[in-house]
């Protein structure tokens, strides 16, 4: 039998997970679209308005998913989690308004024009709401991480009467580790999009789309991804160092460092185990560990030990890290040589095509994996040195719990696979549009010389992806 803590715990990471799969792509997809209708407006070239047409369809259909999930989500704190807002409330409260007043409204509002404004308004005023839809994506990920890092990295409070009080909003804000978090989950973004544009593209050229639009969605985002890669990893990097600063222990998990040494070894692969506290099956690169934490061959990483049994579930951290910086790499991989292909022969073959299309939700994997890892290995502290999960759970009974876990299960995969198959559906009805790639634009920016029919755009802003 599982007890309401650990039940609650998991209906949460059910809830986030589900969640945070949506505003992964909106936050970057959001500056795509923007990028494609600023290239028409440069250009008037109609295949920039084909591929923002198409995938503008699907940001509103990612985007309306993240806004159901996010509700559920912020039910919980009421219904799983009331230790949570009693204690740290006049901090979580704010910043959560803040992002609704700032960032939603923002969103729904221009998103409203993007969709069904295109024929209605100038083109500078939809290009304009595109921009705004996306600072919009921009400032709800700012806020939420806000909250998220001053969990991890509490500045700019005071107890009173067992209550958290600000005393500094911009410490509360721009604590410790928030410029690394936001950094690295805007770059994740970013990666994320750029897969899932390429892969969805690159679907659509192998079921036969021989119109322009898709090769052209499927070269921004292979081009995209090689260019923030590196970047990530050097952000990554900061990250790190950072996290070893202020959450040494999650570092000792994510490390399977067990003793404190000089010189620890990278381990590139193990099986830790928690109750002889030690690793089984080791394959290390020696001091390597030492030399990426404290940029010295002998430096020295405190282990899991020193911290008394007050640390993360060294397991999850161990692997989920090592998911994310293997599917990462992967991505590296896959994204140059895509960009190399494409440079040389200016298309993708049939094989590498395929691997793109296996990569589209590769940056899901790497997102949950890395989240995994900066959840649990907060724990046992919900703010750290502040609150512990433990002392905020709900005092209901564990059977509701687990009625509501499986509820929302059966729920979220029933709506995930309706996303996904939504997806398919939408790339396959977009090979079957007869596209007349011809039309030469007008003065006006409009487009000539096409037929009148429900597959050619009828205007500048209009038609089919």
Same mark, same amino acid.
Not at 117 to 135: D, E, N, Q, W, Y
Not at 258 to 286: M, Q, S, Y
């Given at each position: 039998?599982?007890?309401?803590?650990?039940?609650?715990?998991?209906?949460?990471?059910?809830?986030?997970?589900?969640?945070?799969?949506?505003?992964?792509?909106?936050?970057?997809?959001?500056?795509?679209?923007?990028?494609?209708?600023?290239?028409?407006?440069?250009?008037?070239?109609?295949?920039?308005?084909?591929?923002?047409?198409?995938?503008?369809?699907?940001?509103?259909?990612?985007?309306?998913?993240?806004?159901?999930?996010?509700?559920?989500?912020?039910?919980?704190?009421?219904?799983?989690?009331?230790?949570?807002? @009693?204690?740290?409330?006049?901090?979580?409260?704010?910043?959560?308004?803040?992002?609704?007043?700032?960032?939603?409204?923002?969103?729904?509002?221009?998103?409203?024009?993007?969709?069904?404004?295109?024929?209605?308004?100038?083109?500078?005023?939809?290009?304009?709401?595109?921009?705004?839809?996306?600072?919009?994506?921009?400032?709800?990920?700012?806020?939420?991480?806000?909250?998220?890092?001053?969990?991890?990295?509490?500045?700019?409070?005071?107890?009173?009467?067992? +209550?958290?009080?600000?005393?500094?909003?911009?410490?509360?804000?721009?604590?410790?580790?928030?410029?690394?978090?936001?950094?690295?989950?805007?770059?994740?973004?970013?990666?994320?999009?750029?897969?899932?544009?390429?892969?969805?593209?690159?679907?659509?050229?192998?079921?036969?789309?021989?119109?322009?639009?898709?090769?052209?969605?499927?070269?921004?985002?292979?081009?995209?991804?090689?260019?923030?890669?590196?970047?990530?990893?050097?952000?990554?990097?900061?990250?790190?160092?950072?996290?070893?600063?202020?959450?040494?222990?999650?570092?000792?998990?994510?490390?399977?460092?067990?003793?404190?040494?000089?010189?620890?070894?990278?381990?590139?692969?193990?099986?830790?185990?928690?109750?002889?506290?030690?690793?089984?099956?080791?394959?290390?690169?020696?001091?390597?560990?030492?030399?990426?934490?404290?940029? @010295?061959?002998?430096?020295?990483?405190?282990?899991?030990?020193?911290?008394?049994?007050?640390?993360?579930?060294?397991?999850?951290?161990?692997?989920?890290?090592?998911?994310?910086?293997?599917?990462?790499?992967?991505?590296?991989?896959?994204?140059?040589?895509?960009?190399?292909?494409?440079?040389?022969?200016? @298309?993708?073959?049939?094989?590498?095509?395929?691997?793109?299309?296996?990569?589209?939700?590769?940056?899901?994997?790497?997102?949950?994996?890395?989240?995994?890892?900066?959840? +649990?290995?907060?724990?046992?502290?919900?703010?750290?040195?502040?609150?512990?999960?433990?002392?905020?759970?709900?005092? +209901?009974?564990?059977?509701?719990?687990?009625?509501?876990?499986?509820?929302?299960? +059966?729920?979220?995969?029933?709506?995930?696979?309706?996303?996904?198959?939504?997806?398919?559906?939408?790339?396959?009805?977009?090979?079957?549009?007869?596209?007349?790639?011809?039309?030469?634009?007008?003065?006006?920016?409009?487009?000539?010389?096409?037929?009148?029919?429900?597959?050619?755009?009828?205007?500048?802003?209009?038609?089919?992806?």
């Amino acid at each position: 039998m599982l007890d309401t803590l650990v039940l609650s715990r998991m209906q949460f990471a059910a809830n986030i997970s589900f969640h945070i799969l949506f505003p992964t792509i909106t936050i970057a997809l959001g500056w795509i679209l923007f990028f494609f209708k600023l290239r028409y407006d440069q250009t008037s070239n109609p295949v920039w308005m084909r591929a923002y047409r198409f995938w503008v369809k699907v940001f509103a259909l990612t985007f309306a998913l993240g806004v159901v999930s996010g509700i559920t989500m912020s039910f919980q704190f009421g219904t799983n989690w009331p230790g949570f807002m @009693e204690k740290v409330g006049n901090i979580a409260g704010p910043l959560l308004g803040y992002e609704v007043l700032t960032a939603f409204f923002l969103e729904a509002t221009f998103l409203g024009i993007m969709l069904f404004g295109i024929k209605r308004v100038p083109s500078r005023v939809h290009t304009f709401s595109a921009l705004m839809v996306a600072i919009g994506t921009t400032l709800s990920a700012f806020w939420i991480l806000a909250l998220n890092s001053w969990m991890q990295t509490p500045t700019g409070y005071e107890i009173r009467d067992g +209550v958290v009080h600000a005393t500094d909003w911009m410490e509360v804000i721009f604590n410790p580790s928030f410029p690394y978090r936001l950094t690295h989950m805007l770059l994740a973004s970013g990666l994320t999009a750029a897969f899932f544009v390429a892969g969805l593209s690159a679907y659509r050229i192998l079921r036969g789309d021989k119109k322009q639009a898709p090769r052209l969605a499927l070269k921004t985002g292979l081009v995209l991804a090689a260019i923030l890669i590196p970047v990530q990893i050097f952000v990554g990097d900061l990250h790190g160092l950072n996290t070893f600063e202020h959450q040494p222990q999650k570092i000792a998990a994510m490390e399977g460092i067990w003793e404190t040494e000089k010189g620890a070894p990278l381990l590139l692969f193990a099986v830790p185990d928690e109750k002889a506290r030690t690793n089984h099956l080791e394959i290390a690169l020696p001091k390597m560990a030492s030399l990426i934490l404290t940029h @010295e061959l002998d430096g020295e990483i405190k282990g899991l030990n020193e911290f008394e049994n007050n640390h993360p579930p060294v397991k999850p951290l161990f692997f989920g890290f090592r998911i994310m910086v293997g599917v990462g790499m992967l991505m590296l991989l896959v994204a140059w040589t895509g960009c190399y292909q494409l440079y040389r022969h200016g @298309e993708l073959p049939d094989w590498l095509l395929k691997i793109t299309v296996a990569m589209t939700f590769s940056g899901w994997v790497a997102t949950l994996a890395g989240w995994y890892v900066t959840e +649990v290995g907060r724990q046992p502290w919900l703010v750290t040195g502040v609150l512990k999960t433990a002392e905020a759970v709900t005092p +209901v009974a564990s059977a509701n719990v687990g009625f509501s876990l499986v509820l929302y299960l +059966v729920v979220y995969t029933i709506l995930l696979w309706a996303y996904i198959h939504t997806l398919k559906v939408m790339a396959l009805k977009s090979v079957e549009v007869e596209e007349f790639e011809t039309a030469e634009p007008a003065a006006d920016g409009s487009l000539t010389n096409l037929p009148q029919s429900h597959s050619a755009p009828q205007s500048a802003h209009g038609g089919n992806p």
